[in-house]
């Protein structure tokens, strides 16, 4: 390795190393808060509107913000969308991404711890599913996440599986545990 690529993968090191011990905060925001963020990550060469979901404003529609300080670095939104005929109450998650500079660090994954909390806490039905991109596949399965269709391809962004989340009984327990300490902070954390 030359000595340019050695200091470029030192000063990608120290950059993980330094996201890794700062405290990323996850809570509720209203929706407008996440729309550049969106746009920006998920539906560049897009105008702004498109990142601004069907159903963003419905009343059983969470969103959730990763915080760094007051810089937003990565969301999710779960909406009541029905899973097929069978399963017609369900949650989605839509609108995962991250910020460039705040990936592999662990934002993503406790974005999706929040999703797992709000869904195992709330009095409605527990079935989670996504439509998940292609190259997010792996990252969603690392999370609990199971694939249930074939590949598909929905336009102007690509590849997709459809994943369900897999609650397994000690997920269950662990994210049931949480919720519940996650309720009792305080409210500027919690919402
Ligand atoms: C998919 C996405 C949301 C994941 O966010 P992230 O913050 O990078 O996710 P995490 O850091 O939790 O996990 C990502 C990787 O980092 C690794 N990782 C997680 N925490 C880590 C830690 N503390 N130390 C080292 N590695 C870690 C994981 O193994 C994972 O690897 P994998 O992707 O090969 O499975 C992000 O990459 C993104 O916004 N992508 C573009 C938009 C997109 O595709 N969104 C999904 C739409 S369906």
Redesign the pocket.
């Known amino acids: 390795m030359n000595a340019a690529r050695v200091v470029a993968s030192l000063h990608n090191r120290m950059r ?1 190393v330094t996201i ?1 011990t700062m405290a990323v905060v996850v809570r509720q925001v209203p929706s407008e808060v996440l729309i550049d963020l969106r746009h920006r ?2 539906r560049g060469g897009f105008p702004r509107s498109a990142a601004i979901f069907d159903g963003d404003g419905e009343a059983h529609s969470v969103h959730f913000g990763a915080f760094d300080g007051d810089r937003l670095v ?1 969301c ?1 939104t779960l909406h009541r969308r029905p899973f097929d005929q069978q399963t017609p109450e369900a949650w989605q998650l839509r ?6 500079g ?11 711890q929040a999703v797992d909390q709000h869904v195992l806490a709330s009095p409605l039905s527990k079935f989670l599913w ?4 292609l ?2 596949v ?6 609990g996440w199971r694939i249930v269709s074939e590949l598909f391809e929905i336009p102007a962004s690509g590849p ?1 599986y459809r994943l369900v989340r897999d609650f397994s009984t000690i997920d269950r327990q662990r994210s049931a545990s949480a919720a519940r300490a996650t309720h009792s902070a305080p409210a500027s954390e919690s919402r």
Do not use: I, T, W
Request: with cysteine; charged share 20%.
């Open positions: 993980l890794r990550v998920l990565g999710a609108g995962m991404a991250v910020d460039d705040y990936r592999s660090a662990g934002v993503g994954a406790q974005l999706l996504c439509n998940g991109r190259p997010a792996k990252f969603y399965e690392r999370n997709h």
